[in-house]
Every structure is written in C-alpha cells, then in structure tokens.
C-alpha cells in the first residue's frame, strides 16, 4: 500500500528527511529508486504543504489542502535495474566528474518541473484576473447608473421644496387676508343690523362676494398645499428606506450591529483599511447607503476593543 502525502510528511517531522528517503525506499524494494530523487520528493511534499496551509482558511484553499493530504505520494523515476546506484573508480577526478554529471541531471529535472508548474500556476492566476476584471467593471457600472438616479432624486426633491416654500408664504398671505376679510365682514354685518341705507349694503355684499371669491381661492391653494405635502412625504419616505443607520446622531456613536459587522469583518482576516470599501460594495449590492461611514481611524479602536475583549474572554 503506498502512503498518502500527510503520512510522508509527519513521518518527515518526526524522523528527518533522509529516514524518509530510506523508509520511501524500503516500501519498494522491487523498484530501484535513487535516494537523492527520493529526498527531492520529499522536499517538494513539504515545501507543497506550507504553500497550501496558508490557504487553507480559504473555502477552496481548504479543499485543496485536504485533497493534497489524502493524495498518494508520487515517487519519483525508477533508475535502470541494468545500472548499479552508485558509480565507484579508482581514480578520484572520474569519480567527482560522475557525481557532477548526476547532481546536473537531476537539477534540469526539477527545473524543468517547477517551470511547467510555474506556468499552470501562471495561467490560472491569468484567468482568475481576468475574471475580477470583468467582475469589477460590472460593479463599476451599477455604481454609475446608481449615482445617476441619486442625482435625479436630488434634483426632484430640491425643486418639490422649493415648490412647497412658494405654496407656504402664499398661505401665509391667505390667512392673512382671511382675518382681515373676516374682520371687515363682521363690521358690515354690524353696520347692516343698525339699517343704515341700501347704499351700504351692496357695499357688504360686493365685500362679501370678494370675501367668498378669496375663501375659494384660499381652499383651492391649502389642498394644492395639502398634495404637495404627500407627495414630499413620499419623496422622502424612498429616501428613508435606501439608507442605512450606521451611526446614531442622537448618541453621536456607531450602532451596536454596525461595530458587530465591522468585528466579524475584522475576524475573517478582511484588513483594517479595506473594511470601509467592502462596506460600501455590500451596500451597492443591496441597493443602500449608509448615513455615515467611520474612519481609518475609527476602525483600528473597533479593532483594539475587538482584540482586547477575545483576550479578556480566554482569560476566563
């Protein structure tokens, strides 16, 4: 039964790397393999481990990672049963000659490995790039047509308030006519109940019509006010549900759930200076926007209390 990488590698901490070798070796006894081809592997299985460990907290880096532990240890190229291992001669200088040769041989072989891998690695990291490229200029024009239509809200709401000042100081003149209309009604109808001639009373009713013609015009402008209102009210109520309450005005601090995100962004190894971008691009997603975003600054105390509340929590 042939090991798995894990096993060649533990075995590799606890004895060495030559024990291995010689272990690997004595696995096969029917196949002739070269102790220094064997090392090679090993080292490769070692340096292949730590490379992918460091993914590893990664969804796809940890199924990788597990794939490679569970995989069957690829020993390398049997040497020819015709040839000894080891070349001995009488004569110091062709001995070394011979060594020399063997060490160049198997160091084309691993540079001619580790190219090939160096342009598979090469190539994915290519298309990965071009991927997010693309993935990037998507966001960029969501972001772009989301501006657009902000800016055309604004631009609705700034006139809608500028119609409600006019409509406002217009009301305010009514009611000021009205009290004066009214005031000047009751005093004709006081002249009248004393009868004092016909000529004053088609004074009172030419002032009483003028009174009503104003009182209609006074209803017709409060429900053009009245709409105006609503149609602010909802204006605004749009407004309301695309931002999100970040920070509360009223205890000048950061909400709860908004220092919970940024700790739980923090733990997922997301940096301090990219907290703040994720943030914002979550919310484009989600078609919101937050009332006010914290700082660089800001974010390093959310990350010192974060730090000093796990310490706190594993002393306990």
């Known amino acids: ?8 590698y533990k075995y590799n901490v606890q004895h060495g790397i030559t024990n291995t070798a010689t272990w690997l070796c004595s696995l096969s006894p029917d196949v002739n393999y070269s102790a220094p081809s064997v090392r090679t592997a090993v080292k490769n299985v070692k340096q292949r481990h730590g490379t992918l460990k460091k993914s590893s907290y990664r969804p796809k880096g940890v199924l990788i990672y597990n794939s490679f532990l569970q995989d069957v ?5 049997p040497t020819d049963p015709s040839k000894p291992r080891e070349l001995h001669s009488s004569h110091p200088k062709l001995e070394f000659e011979l060594k020399r040769l063997q060490q160049q041989s198997t160091g084309g072989n691993m540079v001619e490995t580790n190219s090939k891998r160096l342009e598979t690695k090469i190539d994915s990291l290519t298309e990965e790039m071009r991927k997010k490229n693309e993935y990037i200029q998507t966001l960029e024009e969501e972001f772009r047509a989301k501006n657009k239509r902000i800016e055309e809200l604004e631009k609705l709401n700034s006139s809608q308030k500028a119609k409600l000042t006019l409509k406002t100081s217009a009301i305010k003149r009514l ?8 005031r000047k009604v009751a005093k004709l109808e006081g002249k009248l109940g004393e009868g004092k001639g016909h000529q004053k009373e088609e004074k009172k009713e ?7 013609h104003a009182l209609k015009e006074k209803e017709q402008m409060r429900r053009e006010l009245v709409e105006l209102e609503h149609r602010i009210i909802v204006l605004e109520d749009e407004q309301d549900d695309n931002v999100v309450e970040c920070y509360d005005e009223i205890d000048r601090k950061y909400t709860p759930a908004f220092q919970n995100c940024v700790h739980k962004l923090l733990n997922n190894y997301v940096a301090a200076i990219r907290v703040v971008p994720c943030i914002e691009a979550v919310l484009e997603l989600a078609e919101k926007k937050a009332n006010k975003l914290p700082s660089r600054a800001t974010i390093d105390n959310m990350n010192s209390q974060r730090l000093a509340t796990q310490k706190q929590l594993k002393k306990k």
């Open 73 to 77: 240890f690829k020993y390398p190229k």
């Open 1 to 8: 039964m042939q090991p798995t990488n894990e096993t060649v």
């Open 206 to 212: 030419e002032e009483a019509s003028k009174l009503k």
């Open 175 to 182: 009611r000021n006519s009205d009290v004066y209309q009214r």
